[in-house]
Nanobody
Framework: QVQLVESGGGVVQAGGSLRLSCVAS????????MAWFRQVPGKPREFVAG????????YYGRSLTGRCTLSRDNAKNTVYLQMNSLKPEDAAVYYC?????????????????WGQGTQVTVSS
């Protein structure tokens, strides 16, 4: 079992930056590919970015392409999502997820563990 706890959300002005963190407990995160998703009310959960077990490969969804960087520190069991140039439409609950899949995946059904989410609000 893996427990995931996100932090770093909050209110930021348009054009600003936030860094989200996801700390894992239980089995070490180094066993898993990790990802961030986001969701607004009434819409499906959307893939934002994912990173391989080693951190050597990252892949990004369309929503924050060019405006975010995903990284991980396996020694700290932590994954980070740095988001820049934020827009009001980036406001959402951001979720951290872990998968036992050995390939990089982008669908919610492919992920085995989820955090509770952290709210990001972007004011215009």
């Amino acid at each position: 079992q893996v427990q995931l706890v996100e932090s770093g959300g909050g209110v930021v002005q348009a054009g600003g930056s936030l860094r989200l963190s996801c700390v894992a407990s239980g089995r070490t995160t180094s066993y898993y590919n990790m990802a961030w998703f986001r969701q607004v009310p009434g819409k499906p959960r959307e893939f934002v970015a994912g990173i391989s077990q080693s951190g050597g490969s990252g892949y990004y969804g369309r929503s924050l392409t060019g405006r975010c960087t995903l990284s991980r520190d396996n020694a700290k069991n932590t994954v980070y999502l740095q988001m820049n140039s934020l827009k009001p439409e980036d406001a959402a609950v951001y979720y951290c997820a872990a998968t036992r899949a050995t390939v990089l995946v982008t669908t919610t059904s492919s992920y085995d563990y989820w955090g509770q989410g952290t709210q990001v609000t972007v004011s215009s």
